[in-house]
């Protein structure tokens, strides 16, 4: 369903931008409408051209034309938005007929601009995103303890090795006590070599109270199974649905993510069945790469929660959508009590391309009250 939908807004915008282009005379005097039909129809083929090449077995070729489809895909989203805002404005030419052209000319430039500066913020380094949470059960010896929390690195066709080295070096430049892996840290279809390849990536990253981590949905597409496995191997403590002591007085706690795509069903009973049995008095941060179910997760106890998934929102103005969706989509939140704190994930999916917000990795300090 989703392919399916993805290639019918593919094939529409083509559609509306060739419409759109060939209505200008600015295109008109320079190119013909064959042309402009055949240049639309070649880029229209991009979405199939790595599959094919794949096929034949030019893989040589198969990811340069992935990254240009996926990239060219941001671009004629923003493009189409831009046109589509304009249309909306002149009720599709009805209205402001004088200045028609100039509008549909500036729609065009807008596109082309903000393809730009998303490309910029989606290949730049991702942020370092800074929070102070107070926990009320914290033991006063651990006031300060710093937590990094990275998430949505979606490692495999475009983001590799030297993208990931470079993240854990931004991750230890942090000194953080533990670090958290909240999900999607590969792609499905990342060969398994290739994870083999990054493992001793994962062991250089340091944090006295170990690395920890949850499943995402994407870790389940190409077999949920291989990748619990490597990340076992490679040092993470996947909590799969269980909690477990940082150190006395402060527990993790997490839950894979699942097809319901929340914490359904029975969330109740799932979460207190997660965070039953915990010492009493503890500070509890529980994750979940999905920012769903916060609501039960503060009544039963947890006193931080910590999610991604969204990317928030990842281009505008897919955010808006996005955000229907998940109504808890980046940043800080306070739900019953309990601060939710949503990252915008440390990479990107798809297009190479993050508009307005660049990728970012949370650093949480947390401090006992005052």
């Known amino acids: ?160 090795e030297k993208w990931l080295a470079e993240r854990i070096d931004q991750v230890n430049a942090l000194r953080p006590d ?17 994870k083999k390849s990054m493992m001793h990536l994962f062991h250089d990253i340091s944090a006295p109270l170990g690395v920890w981590g949850i499943t995402g949905n994407h870790e389940s597409h190409g077999g949920l199974d291989s990748t619990v496995q490597f990340l076992e191997e490679a040092g993470v403590h996947l909590l799969r649905d269980r909690w477990s002591e940082l150190k006395p007085g402060v527990v993790l706690a997490g839950v894979d993510d699942r097809h319901e795509h929340s914490l359904t069903p029975e969330p109740i009973s799932r979460i207190e069945r997660v965070l039953s049995g915990r010492p009493p008095s503890c500070a509890t941060i529980f994750l979940s790469h999905r920012p769903q179910g916060a609501e039960k997760v503060a009544i039963a106890g947890a006193g931080l929660m910590l999610s991604g998934h969204t990317h928030g929102g990842q281009i505008w103005p897919f955010s808006y959508i996005s955000g229907l969706a998940n109504p808890l989509l980046a940043g800080k939140y306070v739900i019953n009590g309990m601060p939710v704190i949503v990252s915008r994930g440390t990479g990107t999916w798809g297009p190479r391309m993050r508009l307005w917000y660049p990728g970012e990795i949370l650093r949480i300090v947390l401090t006992c009250p005052r």
């Open 1 to 160: 369903m989703f392919h399916t939908l993805l290639f019918a807004a593919w094939t529409l915008c083509h559609l509306h931008l060739l419409w759109r282009a060939s209505s200008l005379p600015i295109f008109r005097r320079r190119v013909s409408r064959l042309y402009l039909l055949i240049i639309s129809a070649a880029l229209w083929t991009t979405y199939f051209l790595p599959g094919i090449a794949d096929h034949i077995g030019a893989s040589f070729i198969s990811r340069p034309l992935e990254l240009f489809s996926m990239n060219w895909l941001g671009a004629l989203f923003l493009t189409f938005t831009c046109l589509f805002i304009v249309d909306l404005v002149t009720l599709f030419g009805f209205l402001l007929k004088r200045c028609l052209t100039l509008l549909r000319v500036t729609a065009f430039m807008a596109g082309i601009l903000l393809s730009i500066f998303a490309l910029y913020q989606g290949y730049r380094a991702p942020v370092v995103r800074d929070y102070e949470i107070r926990l009320s059960e914290l033991p006063s010896q651990d006031d300060g303890l710093v937590l990094v929390a990275i998430s949505d690195l979606h490692i495999g066709t475009f983001l590799d």
């Open 178 to 194: 533990a670090v958290l892996l909240l999900g999607d840290l590969f792609e499905g279809d990342s060969p398994e070599e290739r």
